[in-house]
């Protein structure tokens, strides 16, 4: 009897491994279903030209950071970002890669929005935009139409954070925080943590929110589309009268005058209790 449950025990481990296993491969598809395309150029992290496409390739779910200044400025990452795309899709896949679709084929730029796949050295099928996301080289950037791996790459911007690649490799550095009131041009594009005293806490329209430093010099944004993806039970309201800091790469937003930066997820983010700094995300 004791031999016939130690079998069954044995069959039940491995028939949740092999689940476990079938599920992480249901995110790839299968290669003959994508579109294969030919690279002719990298623009930056999330932007390709192809053969194939007069428009170019912007790919799904992320934003990586930028390379040339525009309405936000040249990001200390964007280079290691392109150089990252440059390496993978011309040395590794020797400029072949293999498009997926979501909802909608094309933006408002009329670019083509894809998941980008590529085969590495050892043939197996690996989507860019969530290795990006998983070495922190991109964030997140979700819209309705373009969604059906959101939860791929809510795990991949968390994976980035946990193992500190990419942009949160600085994240434990205490020397890259500032006062709000202390920000100026030369932290543009830089990755800091910005520490403010919470005036107020609002919300513009029906997908942006705001939280507003004291002196309303910086105000730490986060689109309505990431705020439902990653702060599930974060009440952002709390954090009115609180001492706290803000992570992220500093812009400034010309229309209001303020620096800021656009928020993703709970752990960007530090409370103050009695004057001690807190985990993140409380």
């Known amino acids: 009897m004791r031999k016939i449950s130690?079998?069954?025990?044995?069959?039940?481990?491995?028939?949740?491994a092999v689940y476990a296993n079938s599920q992480e491969l249901i995110t790839i598809p299968d290669i003959e279903n994508l579109e294969k395309v030919k690279v002719s150029s990298i623009l930056d992290g999330d932007t390709i030209n192809t053969y194939q496409y007069a428009e170019s390739i912007r790919l799904i779910g992320i934003d990586a950071p930028e390379i040339?200044?525009?309405?936000?400025?040249?990001?200390?990452?964007?280079?290691?970002?392109?150089?990252?795309v440059k390496d993978r899709l011309i040395n590794v896949a020797n400029r072949n890669v293999y498009l997926e679709f979501d909802e909608d084929k094309f933006d408002n730029y009329g670019r083509v929005?894809?998941?980008v796949y590529y085969e590495d050295e050892e043939g197996n099928l690996i989507l860019?935009?969530?290795e990006l996301l998983k070495n922190g080289l991109a964030r997140p950037l979700f819209y309705e139409d373009t969604s059906k791996k959101q939860e791929i790459f809510v795990k991949a911007y968390i994976q980035a954070y946990e193992d500190r690649k990419g942009i949160f490799e600085k994240y434990d550095d205490e020397s890259i925080v500032v006062e709000s009131d202390a920000l100026t041009q030369k932290d543009l594009g830089?990755?800091?943590?910005?520490?403010?005293?919470?005036?107020?806490?609002?919300?513009?329209?029906?997908?942006?929110?705001?939280?507003?430093?004291?002196g309303e010099d910086f105000y730490y944004g986060i689109r309505?589309?990431?705020?439902?993806?990653?702060?599930?039970?974060?009440?952002?309201?709390?954090?009115?009268?609180?001492e706290v800091m803000f992570w992220g790469e500093i812009w400034f937003d010309q229309r209001t005058?303020?620096?800021?930066i656009l928020g993703r997820a709970p752990f960007e983010i530090k409370r103050f209790v009695n004057g001690v700094q807190g985990e993140e995300g409380v």
């Open 257 to 260: 005058g303020q620096y800021e």
């Open 6 to 16: 130690s079998f069954f025990l044995l069959l039940l481990v491995i028939l949740s």
């Open 190 to 214: 830089r990755m800091r943590w910005v520490k403010v005293k919470v005036k107020d806490v609002i919300k513009e329209g029906e997908n942006y929110y705001k939280i507003i430093s004291e």
């Open 113 to 115: 929005l894809a998941y």
């Open 224 to 242: 309505k589309q990431e705020f439902d993806a990653f702060f599930d039970g974060y009440d952002i309201y709390d954090l009115v009268g609180e």
């Open 128 to 130: 860019l935009n969530e």
């Open 68 to 84: 040339k200044a525009g309405s936000k400025p040249i990001s200390e990452y964007g280079y290691k970002s392109y150089q990252f």
